[in-house]
């Protein structure tokens, strides 16, 4: 890519792979930390970095638009200049603390999608005791598939690659086994994710500042923040209904789009796609890396997002990737195949 930058090349074909514009997904936004073992990191900006974000979607002269003029865009026909759309997902309170003053400084409009159960206090960041958990053990024990198993974490790359094999493991489990095994890491290990999560996230308190704010668009992630994938298609149904409508009392707006939660690649697999449509959200974004194709061509219910990676800090590689060149043979189209990380 930092050749495409360089060469230009990227510049040559922009206008034919390019498409409407880009949809850009973010989740906690808050300055550097200091420590080794940072699982996360790929998932953190800091708000020097989303500021020069911004400086440059400026600069590059995109329109930064919110979500809804963004689903305008993709079923019209293509204007003159691209679309950049932030979004940001997730509960964190950081969003408010750092990311809300570098958005409000330049005057954009942003969406954040919210699972409902972490305002109330009761969601359950299972991915933040996980990570306090492995960054203090150097071994680990659990039941996994009802066996006892055993890891010595002695290393750094051992610790990585646990936190990969345990995230996984535990982002496909149904509701009620998630609870469990969370429950007994935090048994075994004095660990309380109920209240990491209620220390991490903001509260309907929070988010009452930002609905003052014409330029904050709220969109839904369903209510526990589930892979859709790993419940029974009624629970996924009601996860996608109540959390719409949970947001829509508390906040007194209608909520028109919804994040299908980690991306969740095996949801699209299944009817879920459809499901967004039937409980009456206007659009559903994925963390399917792609462009936002015009005049129809792409699935208002599986829009693609660009995932910034914090580790990463040049502006030149997100400005090829913004281009399109990079997903030019993977354009998320209805009749598409469609494929997503998280």
């Given at each position: 890519?930092?050749?495409?930058?360089?060469?230009?090349?990227?510049?040559?074909?922009?206008?034919?792979?390019?498409?409407?514009?880009?949809?850009?997904?973010?989740?906690?936004?808050?300055?550097?930390?200091?420590?080794?073992?940072?699982?996360?990191?790929?998932?953190?900006?800091?708000?020097?970095?989303?500021?020069?974000?911004?400086?440059?979607?400026?600069?590059?002269?995109?329109?930064?638009?919110?979500?809804?003029?963004?689903?305008?865009?993709?079923?019209?026909?293509?204007?003159?200049?691209?679309?950049?759309?932030?979004?940001?997902?997730?509960?964190?309170?950081?969003?408010?603390?750092?990311?809300?003053?570098?958005?409000?400084?330049?005057?954009?409009?942003?969406?954040?999608?919210?699972?409902?159960?972490?305002?109330?206090?009761?969601?359950?960041?299972?991915?933040?005791?996980?990570?306090?958990?492995?960054a203090r053990e150097s071994r680990i024990n659990l039941v996994i598939d009802g066996r006892d198993r055993h890891f010595v974490v002695s290393s750094l790359s051992d610790k990585y690659e646990l936190f990969d094999f345990l995230s996984g493991w535990l982002r496909k489990l149904p509701p009620s086994e998630l609870s469990y095994a969370v429950n007994d890491l935090g048994r075994r290990y004095s660990v309380d994710a109920a209240q990491l999560s209620r220390s991490a996230s903001f509260d309907w308190?929070?988010?009452?500042?930002?609905?003052?704010?014409?330029?904050?668009?709220?969109?839904?992630?369903?209510?526990?923040?589930?892979?859709?994938?790993?419940?029974?298609?009624?629970?996924?149904?009601?996860?996608?209904?109540?959390?719409?409508?949970?947001?829509?009392?508390?906040?007194?707006?209608?909520?028109?789009?919804?994040?299908?939660?980690?991306?969740?690649?095996?949801?699209?697999?299944?009817?879920?796609?459809?499901?967004?449509?039937?409980?009456?959200?206007?659009?559903?974004?994925?963390?399917?890396?792609?462009?936002?194709?015009?005049?129809?061509?792409?699935?208002?219910?599986?829009?693609?997002?660009?995932?910034?990676?914090?580790?990463?800090?040049?502006?030149?590689?997100?400005?090829?990737?913004?281009?399109?060149?990079?997903?030019?043979?993977?354009?998320?189209?209805?009749?598409?195949?469609?494929?997503?990380?998280?």
């Open positions: 890519m930092e050749l495409a930058y360089f060469s230009g090349a990227f510049r040559l074909r922009e206008r034919e792979v390019g498409g409407a514009g880009v949809i850009l997904r973010f989740a906690r936004v808050r300055p550097a930390r200091r420590g080794r073992f940072q699982p996360l990191k790929s998932q953190e900006i800091t708000p020097a970095l989303l500021d020069r974000t911004i400086r440059a979607l400026k600069r590059w002269q995109y329109d930064i638009v919110g979500i809804d003029e963004a689903c305008r865009r993709a079923v019209t026909m293509p204007e003159r200049r691209r679309f950049a759309c932030l979004t940001f997902d997730g509960a964190t309170k950081d969003i408010v603390t750092h990311a809300y003053p570098v958005l409000v400084r330049h005057g954009v409009p942003f969406t954040l999608y919210l699972p409902t159960a972490f305002p109330d206090g009761v969601g359950v960041a299972w991915w933040l005791a996980l990570e306090d958990i492995i308190a929070d988010l009452a500042k930002l609905a003052a704010d014409p330029n904050v668009t709220f969109g839904c992630a369903t209510v526990n923040y589930p892979a859709l994938s790993s419940l029974k298609a009624a629970a996924a149904l009601r996860e996608m209904a109540m959390g719409k409508a949970v947001a829509e009392s508390a906040l007194r707006r209608p909520i028109k789009h919804f994040a299908y939660p980690f991306g969740d690649r095996d949801a699209f697999a299944r009817p879920d796609v459809v499901m967004a449509e039937e409980t009456g959200f206007a659009s559903a974004v994925s963390t399917i890396s792609g462009v936002v194709e015009a005049q129809g061509r792409t699935n208002l219910h599986a829009l693609p997002r660009i995932a910034w990676d914090g580790r990463v800090r040049s502006l030149r590689i997100m400005r090829v990737l913004l281009s399109g060149v990079m997903f030019a043979r993977v354009r998320p189209t209805r009749s598409a195949s469609i494929q997503s990380g998280i």
